[in-house]
């Protein structure tokens, strides 16, 4: 957008062969820290600076976890118009009037289908989240711990070091930040904090800190 004129300004799409480089782009879009974005984003620009360059100017925030605006929780999505023409790609060949009752009828049966799937279940949170919890609170059970105040740690991992504040829902790794799921840093914190509860607390205190 150009502020000072109110101009929308749309950047062209383009095709580029992407063989070469779609490794790092993949690892740039899901990276958590900026260093290692960095890092894979020279990447592409060393192999192809006309598709870093078409990057840049898309808007790192558009297109890479590490600079999005907000939280994503761990949830890539397409644009929601997208997704609704995707949805109602016949309809739209019918009158409007059939179209709108046919746009309520599908919603309908989506939040129904939705909410009935969610109501069976045993867990606490959905199945992505939990699958999470878990790979992350098996991985923090192998690690090293030291507590420097009531709620912050110092977490030794294979890659180093990583400094987790649990009052603030923050990690040096940036992944505890971003989802809002504590990290495998973050688990052996909750872990070393609680001791013998933690088990039987983990939870209660996810659902604590989460919030």
């Known amino acids: 957008m150009d502020v000072a004129r109110g101009i929308l300004v749309k950047?062209?799409?383009?095709?580029?062969?992407?063989?070469?480089?779609?490794?790092?782009?993949?690892?740039?879009t899901k990276a958590y820290r900026r260093d290692v974005f960095h890092d894979h984003f020279e990447q592409i620009r060393i192999i192809n600076a006309e598709v870093a360059d078409y990057l840049e100017n898309v808007g790192f925030h558009k297109w890479s976890r590490a600079y999005f605006p907000g939280n994503r929780y761990d949830v890539l999505t397409s644009n929601i118009a997208e997704?609704?023409?995707?949805?109602?790609?016949?309809a739209r060949e019918f009158s409007i009037i059939a179209l709108f009752n046919d746009i309520s009828k599908r919603w309908s049966e989506k939040f129904h289908e939705r909410r009935m799937a969610y109501a069976k279940l045993k867990t606490t949170f959905v199945p992505l989240a939990e699958t999470k919890i878990t790979a992350n609170k098996n991985l923090g059970n192998k690690l090293l711990v030291h507590q420097i105040d009531e709620d912050t740690f110092s977490v030794t991992a294979d890659n180093g070091i990583a400094m987790v504040h649990l009052r603030s829902k923050?990690?040096?790794?940036?992944?505890?930040?971003?989802?809002?799921?504590?990290?495998q840093h973050a688990m052996a914190a909750l872990r070393h904090k609680f001791g013998d509860e933690y088990g039987k607390m983990i939870y209660e205190t996810l659902i604590r800190i989460i919030r």
């Open 11 to 28: 950047m062209p799409v383009k095709s580029f062969h992407c063989g070469a480089f779609l490794g790092h782009y993949y690892h740039a």
């Open 83 to 90: 997704s609704a023409n995707a949805m109602f790609n016949e």
């Open 170 to 183: 923050i990690c040096l790794c940036r992944e505890f930040d971003l989802d809002k799921i504590p990290c």
